[in-house]
């Protein structure tokens, strides 16, 4: 017996050919495309844990930072409260008031300026007086005198044992060509 050789029709020729492709294409998923994706899905969730351990390193690194910033700040108040400590000496309280408005009487007349009012000012913000974060004390000081001798009264101030800050000051023309009237707004 022999097999008749019967030629195929299209539509089985077609269908031959999309059953190869099936088959072709399920192979490739099994063999190439689902290993890979195994291995992408391995990868996925490795750097998702790398990821979670590494900000939990970063939070925990971060704490760390956040103590040492905290020391750190720490020791910089304590050095700003010894540096205020050092500044408060050398401003007048109370107690040194008379004595820092004795030593500018005293330099005043050293330095030939006559003085016409020394008096404390109302309230510790007066009208054009700077303003200044610690209490201080404002005085008007009226002098009359010549302008080398003013300059020289104003140098003296500078070396005073206790901080003296002029915040104001008026010259004016007294009666006399060399002679000047100076108003002096000054905070002790």
Known sequence: MKMAKKKLTKLEQMGIIALIAVIACFFYVKEVYEPEC????????????????VKELKWKQGSKDIFSSIQEKEE???EAKSKL???????????DLSKV???????????????????????NNPQDAKEVFLNR??????????FLDL????????FLPKLVTVDKVLIEREGKKSNLKITMLLSI
Request: proline fraction near 1%.
């Open 38 to 53: 195994k291995k992408f899905k391995a990868l996925k969730e490795n750097w998702t844990k790398l990821s979670k351990e």
């Open 76 to 78: 910089e108040l304590a």
């Open 85 to 95: 400590k050092k500044a408060s000496a050398i401003l007048a309280d109370k107690e």
């Open 101 to 123: 408005m004795t030593i500018i009487s005293q330099l005043a007349r050293q330095h030939n300026l006559k003085i016409q009012e020394f008096s404390p000012v109302e309230g």
């Open 137 to 146: 004390d404002f005085h008007k000081l009226i002098i009359v005198g010549e």
């Open 151 to 158: 300059k020289e009264f104003l140098k003296g101030l500078n």
